[in-house]
């Protein structure tokens, strides 16, 4: 059996939504301290629902296709979809990654997180410091 999926493997050649949003209203950027690469994630954001979303990965091919699989998977949600986006489901989405990949995926989950909270506290909205507590590294 092939390491990585199609879905993977397509995700990984032709990213959706790679580039910066110059207006953005949250951005987030992560990174995992033991492979080096690093994940930003830029989104406008329109009553309450993600109407935009871009990403830039410095990263393995699984970081970029868990990127690009994320940024789908927002696009158009409602905030608090977006939030409850975990690495699971985007691992799910790409059908399945190596053991030893899933880091890459939860690179995403943090990502987007870290984004909606860049927007939260921009605006001065009020939330759960709890959706936000760090996931420890796979
Ligand atoms: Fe670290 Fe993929 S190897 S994000």
Redesign the pocket.
Known sequence: MALYSEKVMDHFRNPRNVGAIEDADGVGEVG?AR?G?IMKIYLKIDDDVVSDVKFETF??G??IASSSMATEMIKGRPLKEALRLTNQAVAEALDGLPAH?L??SV?AEEAVKAAVKDYYERNGIAYDQDTFTEDPIL
């Open positions: 995992n492979c690469d990263g393995c699984s970081a990949k880091h890459c690179l």
